[in-house]
């Protein structure tokens, strides 16, 4: 089951989600800041009251119903935790940092889901950040002559650069939305893309098409990128649901059952 979850983790994968929970340890990546780990404890304490009530419910639903960033959607509810988890699933069903348009729609198009929902929950790039390894070649060597990507802005590049370092430090973080706004959901992740800001070459490709061009141009009003970003994962929440016997409610988030 592939599900793009797109609010505080970045557009991430439900199947990322249970592979980092699988291997019991916090997993980062530069397109994907996973601090999820950091709550389990809060998860099972909420998890132990409900089921103390006879409430039986997944540990997918309930970090559906954590991770909202706002109250912004309805979550729908009687999804089962899957009973497999494979690194090998994440290829092809991932969107890499680096994707072009062609190929965010195809795989977009494959879940089910449309160019509003591709630029729209490329919105959640408004919080966290990235790992400087992650736009090593877009800023660094981008045609093979040690040069930056000309799409960037050059005064935003070269502050990329002032941050990262050079020679590179991969450890180092950038704000995946600048100008502050990297610890609030708000939508001036669409204003930075119409500048030539954008962090990964995936942001920049939304200028590409006319169709998502104009769309980042209109998300740029708060309330409807809101209210477009919280249609769209109503229906990632759609997508995927393992019900019956093909899924189960996990006694513990970092484990299948027995």
């Not at 699988?22 to 404890?41: A, E, F, V």
């Not at 997918?60 to 497999?84: A, H, I, N, S």
């Amino acid at each position: 089951m592939t599900v793009l979850f797109g609010a505080v983790m970045h557009q991430c994968y439900w199947i990322q989600l249970k592979i980092r929970l699988l291997r019991k340890k916090r997993y980062r990546t530069g397109h994907c800041q996973d601090t999820m780990l950091l709550m389990i404890s809060k998860l099972k304490l909420k998890k132990s009251v409900l089921e103390w009530f006879h409430v039986l419910i997944s540990w997918l639903w309930l970090l559906g119903m954590l991770f909202r960033t706002k109250p912004m959607w309805q979550v729908l509810t009687g999804r089962k935790d899957g009973r497999v988890s494979l690194a090998s699933d994440i290829p092809g069903n991932l969107p890499p940092p680096t994707a072009d348009f062609t190929s965010l729609q195809q795989l977009f198009a494959s879940k089910g889901l449309d160019v509003m929902d591709l630029v729209a929950l490329s919105g959640a790039h408004t919080i966290g950040v990235s790992h400087c390894s992650v736009i090593a070649r877009r800023l660094y060597n981008f045609t093979g002559k040690g040069d930056a990507d000309p799409s960037l802005e050059p005064d935003y590049a070269n502050k990329l650069w002032r941050e990262c370092g050079s020679p590179l430090n991969p450890s180092t973080t950038v704000d995946m939305d600048p100008d502050q706004s990297s610890l609030s959901f708000d939508s001036h992740y669409f204003k930075i893309v119409s500048q030539n800001k954008g962090l990964f070459q995936s942001d920049a490709t939304l200028l590409t098409n006319p169709q998502s061009a104009q769309m980042v141009e209109m998300l740029q009003h708060g309330r409807l990128f809101f209210v477009r970003f919280a249609q769209s994962m109503k229906k990632m929440g759609g997508i995927g649901v393992l019900t019956g016997d093909e899924g189960e409610i996990r006694k513990h988030c970092s484990l299948v059952n027995a």
